[in-house]
């Protein structure tokens, strides 16, 4: 989608600090980040949210999840520690509705979830 900031990254039209890449998924540094270490991991195919995975692509979900690994070791935080978020919706205040994880550390995480 070309009017996707997301879409626009992954497309290399918006440069963005790549951390980690394959073919389906690619990974970057947030632009306001929320903790020391802050990576965002996206489909490189659009999808609004977590809402539109839908069966057919539990290989794309299990690759999405293989690369937060993946990026905890590029960060240097796999053994400190790392929280994975997806933010889904008004509610969870999704503000790009392309999906991505939010992979965050490199300090000790407030423990409110919310
Ligand atoms: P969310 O609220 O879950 O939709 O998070 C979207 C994140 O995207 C937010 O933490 C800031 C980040 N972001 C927004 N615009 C850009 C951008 O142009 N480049 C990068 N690297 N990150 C961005």
Redesign the pocket.
């Known amino acids: 989608m070309s009017d996707c ?1 997301f879409c626009r ?1 992954a497309s290399g039209d ?1 440069p ?2 790549t951390i980690y890449e394959n073919e389906q998924v690619l990974a ?5 980040p ?1 903790a020391k270490a ?1 990576a ?1 991991i996206i489909p490189k195919k659009h999808l609004d949210s977590l809402n539109d995975l839908n069966q057919t692509e539990d290989g794309l979900l299990a690759g999405l999840l293989r690369a937060a690994q993946d990026v905890a070791k590029a960060l240097g935080i796999d053994q400190s520690g790392y929280r994975l ?3 889904c919706g008004p509610d ?6 392309h999906l ?1 994880f ?1 992979v965050l550390g490199g300090e000790t995480l407030s423990d409110r979830m919310v």
């Open positions: 900031l990254i918006i963005a600090e970057f540094r947030d632009i306001n929320q802050h965002l978020v997806s933010n969870a205040r999704q503000s790009v509705h991505h939010h």
